[in-house]
């Protein structure tokens, strides 16, 4: 069964932090399998081949089954750990980072290696986003037309939010109701109508609000 509700990256994007004279590139995306983890980190060592590090972390899965840091030559657990523990205290789920680095000659030590790598995930996260994805249904109410005044009102009032309309021989109200909601609407929608409208269940999808 799907997540209700979770956290991840708003979008696939970068962004870049200097520190003491060194470069780090924190690239993100959002990914649902290990497989495609692994194709976003080898495109950006790719993209980055003359880096001196891309170092990477990922979470997978609805209770975050798949977990993996990678330090790329970097002091072991000074790298890939802290960006992994950033996407955990953020909350996020099926969510890569890599972070490139390109050294300015100026050593930061263990210590400041983790604030580095920590800092370049949080202030990329900041920078592109994040966004609470909530699992929908999408309930069809056909209607008579002279209805379709009340239960627009109705719907406009509430905390439902619309998909859209179709103008049929009945009229199709279509609405997105959280998974969780969906006999809660229903009964709701069957007493704004005395009963009169005819209620099916669509397709699921998630709805995204950035956060």
């Known amino acids: 069964m799907a997540l209700s509700t979770y956290q991840t ?5 970068e962004h870049e932090i200097t520190i003491q004279k060194s470069r780090f590139i924190a690239h993100f995306d959002r990914v649902e399998t290990e497989e495609a983890a692994q194709a ?7 993209q980055h081949w003359n880096a001196t590090h891309n170092c990477s972390a990922y979470l997978i899965g609805e ?3 798949i977990q993996k840091a990678n330090d790329d030559g970097e002091p072991s657990g000074t790298a890939g750990v802290p960006m992994l523990e950033v996407l955990k205290k953020r909350g996020l789920k ?14 930061l030590g263990a210590g400041g290696l983790i604030r580095a790598y920590g800092g370049a995930v949080s202030e990329g996260l ?17 209607i008579d ?3 379709l005044g009340k239960v627009e009102h109705a719907l406009r009032e509430s905390p439902y939010q619309m998909k859209g309309t179709d103008y049929l021989e009945q009229v199709d109200v279509q609405t997105y109701v ?8 229903e ?7 005395n009963g009169q409208a005819e209620i099916k269940r669509g397709e699921e999808t998630y709805l995204e609000v950035e956060i």
């Open 9 to 13: 990256v708003k979008d696939t994007g």
């Open 40 to 46: 976003f980190i080898d495109r950006i060592k790719k």
């Open 63 to 65: 209770r975050d089954e």
């Open 94 to 107: 099926d969510t890569v980072v890599v972070i490139t680095r390109y050294f300015g000659g100026i050593k």
């Open 126 to 142: 900041n920078e592109i986003g994040i966004v609470k994805r909530t699992l929908t249904q999408v309930i069809h109410t056909e």
């Open 145 to 147: 037309y002279h209805w």
């Open 178 to 185: 959280e998974i969780d909601k969906v006999e809660e609407f």
């Open 187 to 193: 009964a709701w929608i069957t007493n704004i109508t």
